[in-house]
């Protein structure tokens, strides 16, 4: 009797956060579920559509070439913006003056895409802009970069990692500079290389640190939207679009809400997959 | 040994200086802007300053016409309040769960933290439509009180993700003598919780007060008379007119200061948790 | 050293806030302020709102001043909500059918006004038109009627001229082409001497990529262009192809400046500086450019170039930008009075002084010639062409136009692929003209 009142008073402290979530997300999650059976153009009334809509996400050219971009955007995350970061973060760990660098790094962050946009396209545009006229001092001369279909996704990963390195680069970091000397030592004596003592000591004691960053990572990397819209609307044509702008395209521009909604709840399915693993682990065994 | 260490220092250093120039390299470029006055953009090239007498000037010119084309003061008292609601409550929110999944007894935690994460996988966008007919219906629409919920409730996830992850590297025994001294669980909550996850909350106030401050998808839909400042920046770059771009550069960077700021602040407080201790 | 800058941060943002607060409450005080200033002297004792929703943000606080000189004027106060182009169309599309229906918003006229109107959205504005006929040219109101009813006043009657740079017309003492072979070589010239030759981008946005395909288009057979907008003409017709063909020419030639510039950023200080000779777009580009520091007549002109063939002689093309009422806004009633308000002489000049706009008959020809020579010259041209036909835009379904401004894109950086792509907007065509009950 005890126990069960104890256990009803433990929920208590979840109840504040399924509260809010329930209101801002799972009713629009339900709801967008729903449209995704359904054809609706917002000006008539919903039709039922079975699961044609999904069957097109899965058949469509133009989708299936945003697939491809979104699958870019998610390795350049890991390999940029997860890896890099943690490789830059260990190098910091071994240097004193390190505030100006975490700061250089975290400033990006900080920004909104609305601003990153404002500021890359005013740096990387051909006329009267920061890099072709940096260039043109040495005598170099280049093609324009955001409008050309072969580079351009990959410039806006650039962009983004620019964003995103520093968030991650400042948590490795944080975790780094907390581990205990111990261990690390007591393996160096016993013989083991600084590599190996990366590897079997250090990154497992991250894993609360880096189970977050890469779950982060993964998540915001398949639902990428603002910066190649910002910059280009995933063209030009539908060049570099990424599944989350086909969705936007589909819902917004072309008012086939159904076909929007069965894209994001793909996207969903796939982030699910791609990240459940990261965000439920934490280690060895849990806390009682 | 030693003169292994200098050499390896000073490559790091190098490697780690060309990166902060790369990195650094927009923002600098955008600070030249705002020294020139639209004129003196258009005809200089954009590596020329203009006469050192004029910097002062163009700054100050660009930055109150970018300020007063945009009307910005009410977006940003707007921005300040819910960027601050977000940070504060969805940490609040989240170290009350994150405490209970990891150090009360919650039947299934993996599945309340779950329930509670997904809302995070799915593409905001669509979110939109669905909470504008939603707070319409609640009548909350064009409230501040809306958004803030909306705003605090997106937050949450992410909040819960760090204060559990945190939460798992304070030992359990600290909690279990609170207990054995008499300690109930709100009082165990906050007075050894709360104060231990500084760094939790450091971490989670600065990203969402960022995510929010940076919003503009959610502030331009769900209120008209409450917007956000990164909805006032559209004022000035439009496809029907804009202002120079001098002024609308001044803008951008004005609506970056304060999250700057933030940062700035805060970063301190990074100071310890997020590893395991070894042995456990 | 740090917390040095710290505290300066801390400050600067202090005063930010103490400057937004006192400027916020300022804020309202001017507009009113201003528009008080140019009213007549009764004062209405009750001022009723109406909602007014546009997806111009740069002209927010034009539309402020609008609606407290008409709350000044008749005491209706339209308050405007901007809303960025990306969200705009979904949220006026989410409220129409309900009772948040917003009563004046401004939408796009042709086909994109008829799937409204097919949904039974729109307001019938006859009562107001009754009122206020006089105030417009001849043809405004038909131009806005779907089906004998009249839907909305307009905001702005815009036609597609070519604006050019005096500076280059003066550096290399050019003259205006008065044959399509004239204007090839002159581009050609241009391009010897480093001259962008036109300015046509996707810098910000997607859809100015149809601009130049539909001026070659109608070019070559202006009848053929109404067909095909009407889906009584092909894509893959030779006419279309034709045009194609000049284009991918002009691409491949290089007479095109880079395709990343923006028009409000860059194409005017290349006009100005005489680095880009052409640059088409709707006539209400004057008002751009001149806010980015151009004069009319000293800076650019506009000229309307040569057709490709007889056929295409005479014609122009023409977009209206319209505003409209919801069928179900609660606030209808006040909002035809607003309606008949904005046709009349105080709105007028707002429109002109703010935006240089004209739509009325209230303002004169002096007016114009004194205010803006070139939009004077401009008025004068079309006399010449009156063959008026609707922007690609609006004239025909919006699925096709939507994958064919994809295509188009595509065709800035595949030029050689023309005919893939034209071959891929038929289908398109082929797909959605038998739901408008078209026989394809």
């Known amino acids: 009797m005890e126990r069960r009142g104890k256990l009803r008073t433990d929920t208590l402290f979840l109840i504040p956060a399924m509260v809010f979530v329930l209101m801002s997300e799972l009713v629009p999650i339900v709801y967008t579920t729903y449209l995704g059976f359904m054809d609706w153009d917002i000006i008539n009334p919903p039709k039922w559509a079975g699961i044609s809509n999904y069957v097109k996400v899965f058949s469509t050219p133009e989708l299936i070439n945003a697939l491809k971009n979104t699958i870019y955007w998610v390795l350049g995350t890991l390999i940029f913006a997860v890896a890099f970061p943690l490789f830059i973060a260990a190098l910091l760990n071994r240097v004193k003056r390190r505030t100006i660098f975490k700061l250089i790094f975290f400033i990006p962050s900080t920004l909104s895409p609305t601003v990153a946009a404002i500021f890359w396209r ?29 580079i351009n996704t990959f410039v806006m990963i650039g962009v983004w990692v620019w964003q995103f390195f520093g968030i991650n680069l400042i948590l490795f970091l944080v975790g780094l500079e907390t581990i205990p000397q111990e261990p690390v030592e007591a393996a160096m004596i016993d013989g083991a290389n600084p590599r190996q003592a990366f590897f079997r000591i250090i990154l497992p004691l991250l894993k609360p640190i880096s189970m977050l960053v890469i779950a982060n990572a993964l998540i915001n990397s398949i639902r990428m939207f603002d910066i190649p819209w910002v910059m280009i609307q995933g063209g030009p044509g539908r060049a570099s679009e990424t599944l989350a702008i086909s969705l936007y395209r589909e819902s917004f521009l072309l008012f086939k809400m159904g076909l929007g909604s069965a894209i994001a709840v793909v996207i969903s399915i796939m982030t699910l997959l791609a990240s459940y693993r990261y965000i439920l682990t934490l280690g060895k065994g849990r806390r009682a | ?139 909350l629409y064009d409230t501040r009180t809306g958004l803030i919920i909306v705003y605090v409730g997106i937050c949450v996830p992410f909040a819960l993700f760090v204060y559990r992850n945190y939460a798992y590297t304070l030992p359990g025994e600290i909690f279990d003598a609170a207990k054995v001294d008499g300690a109930g669980k709100w009082k165990s909550f906050l007075k050894i919780f709360l104060p231990m996850s500084k760094p939790a909350f450091a971490v989670v106030f600065i990203f969402q007060f960022i995510w929010t401050w940076n919003d503009l998808l959610f502030g331009l839909i769900l209120t008209e008379r409450y917007r956000p400042i990164m909805t006032a920046l559209s004022k000035l770059q439009g496809a029907r007119g804009g202002v120079p771009v001098t002024i609308l550069i001044a803008g951008a960077l004005i609506a970056s200061i304060p999250t700057i700021i933030v940062l700035l602040s805060l970063q301190k407080f990074f100071v310890r948790g997020f590893t395991l201790t070894a042995g456990k | 050293m740090k917390k040095t800058i710290l505290l300066v941060m801390v400050i600067t ?89 917003p009563s004046v918003f401004k939408w796009w006229f042709g086909y994109r006004a008829f799937e409204l109107m097919k949904a039974g959205l729109l307001a019938d504005l006859s009562d107001v038109w009754a009122k206020v006929e006089k105030n417009y040219p001849p043809g405004i109101k038909e131009a806005l009627t779907i089906d004998g009813v009249p839907y909305a006043l307009p905001f702005n009657v815009g036609y597609w001229v070519w604006f050019y740079s005096k500076a280059v017309y003066k550096k ?62 092909h894509y893959t017709d030779p006419e279309a192809v034709k045009a194609m063909e000049i284009w991918k020419e002009m691409l491949e030639k290089g007479y095109f400046a880079p395709m990343d510039a923006t028009y409000v950023e860059d ?174």
């Open chain 1, 122 to 150: 005013r740096t990387l545009a051909s006329q009267k802009g920061a890099l072709v006229s940096l260039l043109d001092l040495f005598g170099v001369q280049i093609q324009p970069i955001l409008t050309n279909p072969q």
């Open chain 2, 1 to 139: 040994m030693k003169r292994y260490m200098h050499f390896d220092k000073a490559l790091i250093y190098s490697f780690l200086i060309i990166l902060s120039l790369i990195w650094i390299f927009p923002l600098v470029s955008m600070i030249i802007v705002i020294f020139k006055s639209p004129d003196e953009f258009n005809s200089l090239h954009y590596w020329v300053l203009p006469p050192i007498k004029n910097i002062l000037k163009n700054i100050g010119s660009n930055i109150a016409y970018a300020w007063v084309k945009a009307k910005i003061g009410m977006n940003f008292i707007n921005s300040l309040i819910f960027a601050f609601s977000a940070g504060v409550g969805s940490a609040f929110i989240a170290s009350m769960g994150g405490y209970a999944l990891v150090h009360l007894k919650i039947k299934r935690p993996q599945s309340w933290f779950f329930g509670i994460f997904i809302g995070n996988l799915f593409p905001f966008q669509m979110f939109l439509i669905p909470l504008y007919l939603f707070l319409n219906k609640l009548g």
């Open chain 3, 13 to 101: 943002l202090a005063i930010m806030m103490v400057f937004g607060l006192a400027y916020a409450g300022g804020e309202k005080k001017g507009a009113e302020k201003e528009a008080a200033e140019k009213a007549p002297e009764k004062a209405p004792t009750e001022i009723r709102e109406i909602k007014l929703y546009h997806d111009n943000p740069e002209w927010q606080s034009f539309w402020e001043e609008m609606g407290e000189a008409s709350a000044q004027d008749i005491g209706v106060r339209a308050v405007p909500t901007a809303f960025e182009t990306q969200v705009y169309k979904s949220r006026i599309k989410v409220d129409l059918p309900t009772s948040r229906a």
């Open chain 3, 172 to 233: 290399y003492n050019l003259s205006l082409p008065k044959t399509w072979d004239e204007f090839m070589k002159q581009l050609e010239f241009l391009k010897s001497k480093g001259v962008y030759g036109i300015g046509n981008t996707i810098g910000k946005s997607r859809w100015t990529s149809f601009i130049v395909p539909m001026e070659l288009i109608y070019r070559v057979d202006a009848d053929f262009y109404v067909r095909l907008m009407n889906g009584k003409a």
């Open chain 3, 267 to 440: 194409l005017p200080r290349m006009l100005k500086e005489g680095t880009l000779a052409y640059a088409p777009f709707g006539d209400w580009y004057g008002g751009i450019l001149q806010q980015q520091g151009l004069f009319p007549e000293q800076d650019y002109g506009v000229f309307i170039p040569p057709p490709i063939t007889p056929r295409g002689k005479d014609s122009i093309i023409l977009e209206i930008s319209p505003l409209c009422a919801g069928k179900n806004s609660p606030d209808l009633e006040a909002a035809k009075e607003w309606y008949v308000w904005y046709a009349g002489k105080h709105s007028a000049q707002i429109l002109w002084e703010k935006l240089r706009f004209v739509n009325t008959v209230h303002i004169t020809a002096d007016e114009i010639k004194k205010g803006d020579p070139t939009l004077a010259h401009e008025m004068d041209l079309i006399k010449n062409y009156p063959n008026k036909m609707i922007r690609f835009w609006e004239a025909t379904p919006v699925e096709i136009v939507e994958y064919a401004v994809d295509a188009f894109n595509t065709m800035l950086v595949h030029p050689n692929q023309y005919m893939v792509l034209l071959k891929g907007i038929e289908e398109k065509a082929k797909e959605v003209w038998p739901k408008y009950g078209v026989n394809y």
